[in-house]
């Protein structure tokens, strides 16, 4: 039986030598037969020690901190938000998963410092403890070789002291490494991870991943043709998958699944290089297409979150050829937004606006955003839904805090509280747009708080006022050719599985508006609001008519104002008003009985004979009419307004007038002018001479 020193020997030779096994690999992106290759995977060099900082500070924030009776490595204090300054998004992924990585293995990493004897050292102060344990994660991670030296960045004193101090005790470090694993007899060091860690990372290497398709720069029947030529075959669905298999996404027409044993084969091709097919979670691609099916031509999209450029980009590639922009929030600084344009342009997205205001910044009356119809709310959640949240946090910007949730595996209170009101304040904003039409709410959360909840809390507070149609929940629609069934559900919702990560989206549209049993008022007001009247006035409602004649006639009935339209009459002799008043008086009489009287006497014209008469044989009055006749011509205006009486009876002027014609005085009766006033103007009470004096 061999001792344990020699086991110990073959445990640390076993920790230094170990080296990655060979795969075959069947894609080849050569054209032509399928032929089987192998590859080496790439030895760790480590990183450039600004990543090592960032980690350091990262870790910091996030590490686990225990009691002081259990306490043996000393941190220093963490209460200051660490400062991070990443060179690119590179800089930026590595930094958290170096972080990450020591948040996972921080016991085992803190016993082998203690079992080596490298801590604690009087030249390192507890402020670089993190320092400490980052660096040593890595060193084991490389299986305690040397780090490559990067002379294109400046060295750092802190990374470069350590680096040197653990690179000299390697072999106490790897004999600390092996005892612990023959303690916990551990095959590797994958087994002092949590368990929750343990499944969670289990899960996600077997989930299926999806890609969406660029078609800015390739077709879907030229990338099914290319996946062929490199020996994969279609699938109906993700149950049917074998190894070199993938199907079309059931709800997004654009998106690919492919298994999970192919995604390091797939990233290598130019397929992935060439940004022609892309790798998203699901969810992002679920909120993309329920947003785009909301679109008509020429509508404009607030998209209120940078979050992921890749959902930037989705958007654009499905809004092209409808012509409308989309209007981003919250790019901050001129580097960022020069980062975004050019990744932007190289996959070839024209039709992106960057705004640099906070989308809670935006004022709803901005002229930019008037023809904005559809508010694509991504808000910061927490994240826990989607299939690989560390990818997750890395391509939604995610604070570093996210990185303790996913070690945790659940959210405080405290925090689910924060988010969930910030959640709500974003959504009562978005509703406060009164040109936007719909807006799509979505998360890749599992808490009702930060779902459901804060959608109807936010329907119920009325923010949108009366003015406008109010909002209502209506069932995504994803893509009209997308080979999902039409759900019956208002909110959408996918559990974390086996075979897909989790996801809510919520649509919110505002009813649509009847304008049959709506008043005349409304449906005016609502076409202004659409911009539909043009030059046309809304009607002034009948009750402010009302008191505009009630006025008028106050002001002809008052006695102490004479009216105006009296003055012409002093012109005129006692005999011309008296040999109008038999007729004027006879109108105003028969005026006042009703049509079947006024009939009568029309048809009964020998009864009026001798009336006739004597008006057809006074040539004096026809003289007097004739005179009439040319002072009306003269004075039209004033005539007017004494037949009317400041009434304006147009008509019954017209046959007063036709009564002074000397022809028309000898052929028509006086009963049959009297029959044609009234039917010329039945409803007017024109009013006598004595009265107008």
């Known amino acids: 039986m061999p001792d344990s020193k020699s086991n110990l020997v073959s445990s ?11 795969s075959e690999i069947k894609i080849s992106d050569e054209k032509g037969p399928v032929a089987k290759r192998t590859v080496t995977l790439i030895e760790k060099d480590g990183y450039p020690d600004s990543v090592y900082m960032n980690a350091a500070k990262i870790f910091q924030g996030i590490r686990t901190e225990k009691s002081k009776d259990k306490m043996l490595v000393r941190y220093g204090n963490n209460s200051e938000s660490p400062g991070l300054a990443f060179k690119d998004e590179h800089s930026r992924r590595v930094s958290y998963e170096l972080a990450f990585s020591a948040l996972k293995y921080q016991d085992l990493l803190e016993e082998i410092l203690l079992d080596s004897g490298v801590y604690p050292c009087q030249s390192i102060p507890d ?14 991670d490389r299986k305690f070789g040397a780090r490559k030296i990067f002379d294109e960045e400046e060295p750092v004193e802190e990374v470069q002291e350590i680096g040197h101090y653990l690179y000299s005790y390697r072999t106490k470090l790897a004999a600390a490494l092996a005892r612990c694993r023959i303690k916990y007899d551990a095959l590797s060091i994958e087994h002092f991870v949590p368990e929750t860690i343990w499944k969670q990372e289990q899960r996600v290497s077997a989930l299926p991943f999806y890609v969406w398709i660029n078609t800015f720069k390739i077709s879907l029947e030229d990338v099914i043709r290319d996946l062929e030529t490199k020996g994969l075959t279609k699938v109906e ?17 654009d998106v690919l699944v492919f298994p999970s044993s192919l995604k390091e084969e797939l990233l290598n091709l130019d397929l992935f290089a060439d940004c022609k097919l892309l790798l998203q979670d699901k969810s992002r691609s679920l909120a993309v297409h329920s947003a785009q099916a909301l679109l008509h031509a020429g509508d404009d999209i607030i998209v209120a979150h940078t979050g992921s450029y890749l959902t930037i980009a989705h958007m654009s590639v499905l809004t092209n050829h409808g012509m409308s922009t989309i209007f981003v929030c919250g790019v901050k600084s001129s580097a960022k937004e020069e980062e975004l344009r050019n990744i932007f342009s190289h996959m070839g997205c024209e039709n992106i606006q ?5 989308f809670t910044e935006l004022e709803p009356t901005d002229r930019r955003l008037q023809k904005a119809k559809v508010i694509l709310l991504l808000p910061q959640c927490s994240g826990l839904g989607a299939g690989n949240p560390m990818e997750f946090i890395l391509s939604e910007h995610r604070d570093a805090g996210s990185l303790r949730d996913l070690f945790q595996g659940f959210v405080s209170e405290d925090k689910l509280g924060i988010l969930a009101e910030r959640q709500f304040n974003e959504l009562i904003h978005a509703l406060k747009f009164n040109k936007v039409q719909a807006i799509v709410y979505c998360t890749c959360s599992v808490y009702p708080q930060e779902n459901e909840l804060v959608v109807k809390k936010a329907l119920e507070s009325g923010v949108e006022g009366d003015k406008v149609q109010p909002y209502r929940l209506i069932p995504p629609v994803f893509s ?5 069934e039409a759900s019956t559900e208002i909110f959408f919702k996918m559990e974390p599985s086996e075979i897909s990560s989790g996801c809510f989206v919520a649509v919110l549209e505002r009813e649509k508006y009847s304008s049959k049993k709506a008043p005349a008022k409304d449906i005016l007001a609502y076409a202004a609001e659409k911009g539909l009247l043009d030059s046309i006035s809304e009607e002034k409602p009948k009750e402010e008519k009302k008191q505009k004649v009630k006025r008028r006639k106050h002001n002809v009935t008052g ?4 009216p105006k339209t009296a003055e012409p009459l002093h012109h005129q002799t006692g005999a011309h008003i008296k040999a109008e008043v038999p007729v004027s008086k ?7 009985k009703h049509v079947g009287r006024t009939k009568a006497v029309s048809d009964t014209q020998q009864k009026h004979v001798g009336r006739t008469k004597a008006v057809s044989d006074t040539q004096k009055h026809v003289c007097r009419t004739k005179s009439v006749s040319k002072t009306q011509q003269k004075h039209v205006p004033r005539t007017k307004a004494v037949s009317n009486t400041q009434q304006k009876n147009v008509c019954r002027t017209k046959a ?12 028509i009766p006086v009963s049959k002018a009297v029959s044609n006033a009234h039917e010329r103007a039945p409803n007017k009470q024109p009013r006598s001479a004595e009265e107008i004096q």
């Not at 960057?354 to 906070?358: G, K, V």
């Not at 006695?559 to 004479?562: F, H, L, V």
């Open 12 to 22: 640390h030779e076993d920790v230094i030598n170990d080296t990655s096994d060979l």
């Open 127 to 140: 402020e670089l403890t993190s320092l400490l344990v980052v660096m040593l994660y890595d060193l084991q």
């Open 237 to 253: 669905s993700v149950s049917d998958f074998d190894h070199y298999t993938y199907a079309m996404d059931q709800h997004c027409h």
């Open 354 to 358: 960057l705004l640099h205001e906070d």
């Open 480 to 484: 009209p050719c997308s080979n999902s």
């Open 559 to 562: 006695t102490d104002r004479k």
């Open 586 to 592: 006879a109108v105003s009489d028969t005026q006042q």
């Open 656 to 667: 007063v007038s036709s009564t002074s014609v000397p022809k028309a005085v000898r052929n």
